[in-house]
Nanobody
Framework: QVQLVESGGGLVQPGGSLRLSCAAS????????MRWYRQAPGKQRALIAA???????NYADSVKGRFTISRDNAKNTVYLQMNSLKPEDTAVYYC?????????????????WGQGTQVTVSS
């Protein structure tokens, strides 16, 4: 079983910055894609950033140029650096990690979600 622990959310003024972290732990064999989603009140959860095992990144248009996703493979951790924050960035942010775990002499695929961290952008 793979657990994800998120940290770094909070209250910030418009134009400010926050850095989210998401650390994966457990019997991890490999990690492929690492993603960040967000869910604003009354809206569906939406993918905003993704990074492959090779370091290729993709962003939603709404955050492109302001947010940066990165990963530390040695620590099984993904980060989301958020700059120039706007009130419309207010949401609960979730990380999602996919890969493989050890099951005895086998490996099997997993996909796990973090618990979510609140980001509020307000003056």
């Amino acid at each position: 079983q793979v657990q994800l622990v998120e940290s770094g959310g909070g209250l910030v003024q418009p134009g400010g910055s926050l850095r989210l972290s998401c650390a994966a732990s457990g019997s991890i064999s490999s990690i492929s894609a690492m993603r960040w989603y967000r869910q604003a009140p009354g809206k569906q959860r939406a993918l905003i950033a993704a990074i492959t095992s090779g370091g290729n990144t993709n962003y939603a248009d709404s955050v492109k140029g302001r947010f940066t996703i990165s990963r530390d493979n040695a620590k099984n951790t993904v980060y989301l650096q958020m700059n120039s924050l706007k009130p419309e960035d207010t949401a609960v942010y979730y990380c999602n990690v996919a890969g493989t775990t050890y099951r005895g002499s086998y490996v099997e695929a997993f996909g796990s979600w973090g618990q979510g961290t609140q980001v509020t952008v307000s003056s």
